[in-house]
């Protein structure tokens, strides 16, 4: 039973750690692939920012830690049969909690922000809401690899 702990704790510890690497939606944080890449700069003014929620990651993590937890607890309960059965309803039930926290853990706020740029164009960029942009406000938008980043003009 001991092992089984054990075993239980190393599991849940490196579906945490997983789900700790999830991709930040900050306009301040790069991932390795835009690091030390060129990338295109262009100037616009905010025409308008509207709150948005950013909706949360499921890498699987959450449902493997809630599951193993959940089959643990569940393995507790009873004797025999009973306990294979309870251990197994531990673990479905740990698996559908775990994707929900997980969900709800990495969610986060964001912002959408319409910038009008200076050929007439409108785009629309959604970040996370790490910093307070202003109707009228000169902006920078940079865009590597496939993303774009609104930042305060430097």
């Not at 740990?94 to 929900?100: D, L």
């Amino acid at each position: 039973m001991k092992t089984i702990l054990i075993l239980t704790a190393a599991i849940a510890a490196a579906a945490g750690l997983l789900s700790g690497c999830a991709h930040s939606t900050s306009g301040e944080v790069y991932s390795r692939d835009q690091a030390r890449v060129s990338h295109d700069v262009a100037f616009g003014t905010v025409k308008s920012v509207k709150p948005v929620k950013i909706e949360g990651s499921r890498s699987g993590a959450g449902a493997v830690a809630g599951g193993v937890a959940g089959g643990v607890a569940g393995a507790q309960i009873g004797a025999g049969k009973g306990q294979i059965l309870a251990g197994l309803g531990g673990a479905a039930v740990g698996a559908v909690a775990g994707v929900v926290g997980e969900e709800l853990i990495t969610r986060d706020n964001g912002q959408q922000i319409i910038v009008a740029m200076p050929d007439g164009r409108l785009i629309a960029v959604v970040q996370k809401a790490d910093e307070t942009f202003k109707p009228g406000e000169r902006v920078c938008i940079l865009k590597a690899n496939g993303a774009t980043r609104v930042q305060h003009e430097p």
